[in-house]
């Protein structure tokens, strides 16, 4: 599976918009870039997916490098109930391989 | 809530035991991933079991196995336990096929083996 790097931790204010980067220089045309995230004591859960264009949901929004070598999630408007740890995950479309391989991720701490 | 269960919440035993859990997809999802969560190795794929086959196998030990039964259910059986099998045990389902579908993930099992 392609790599990806993202830095340990950030914090954030409440109702300020979070940046999360993303690097995964060595990603495939087939790699969809995919987040989760996992809330403390939760399961992990979706957060959004993108090929080439950025994406926009009622979570987030994905931003995507042209070059596709990085990608940003973007947290519009931060609260408590989003400090989590932020995985970033390439899936290769282009294989049966669905499983989701798991980095460190970035845990995100928003103040009150 | 993500539609899928797992039982039970919490797991005590003791080194060398044998222990089933247990995991019910949402509802019309044939997919289903295991997953380890320990504090040294984060969280690990084990294996994924798609309409009653497997499809994927991860790190999983020999001592593991996992099957999935008619109804969708799946069970992840843990044998000859080690105290360094204690962790969270997570299930997930997705619908049929695609890389870009989501996997929803249950509660989890917390296993602590003394």
């Known amino acids: 599976d392609a790599k990806t790097t993202q830095p340990n931790s950030m914090e954030s204010n409440e109702e300020e918009p979070v940046h999360l980067p993303c690097n995964h220089s060595t990603i495939s045309g087939t790699d969809y870039i995919h987040w989760y995230r996992q809330l403390p004591s939760q399961g992990p859960e979706y957060v959004i997916h993108g090929l080439t264009s950025n994406v926009n949901n009622r979570m987030a929004s994905l931003a995507i490098a042209e070059d596709r070598k990085s990608s940003t999630l973007i947290l519009h408007r931060a609260t408590l109930r989003d400090a989590a740890v932020y995985y970033c995950?390439?899936?290769?479309?282009?294989?049966?391989?669905?499983?989701?391989?798991f980095g460190a991720g970035t845990t995100v701490t928003v103040r009150a | 809530d993500s539609g899928v269960t797992q039982t039970p919440k919490h797991l005590i035993t003791a080194t060398g035991q044998r222990v089933t859990l247990r995991c019910s997809p949402r509802?019309?999802?044939?997919?289903v991933y295991w997953y380890q969560q320990s504090l040294d190795q984060g969280l690990q794929f084990l294996i994924q079991?798609?309409?009653?086959?497997?499809?994927a196998k991860g790190n999983i030990l020999e001592r593991f196995s996992a099957q999935q039964f008619p109804d969708l259910h799946s069970e992840l059986n843990l044998s000859s336990l080690e105290l360094g099998d204690s962790a969270l045990y997570f299930c997930?389902?997705?619908?049929?096929?695609?890389?870009?579908?989501?996997?929803?993930f249950g509660p989890g099992t917390r296993l602590t083996v003394l």
């Open positions: 079991y798609y309409n009653g086959e497997e499809r």
């Open positions: 995950i390439l899936r290769d479309s282009g294989s049966n391989d669905y499983k989701l391989s």
């Open positions: 997930a389902s997705s619908g049929v096929g695609g890389t870009y579908n989501e996997q929803f």
């Open positions: 509802s019309g999802d044939l997919s």
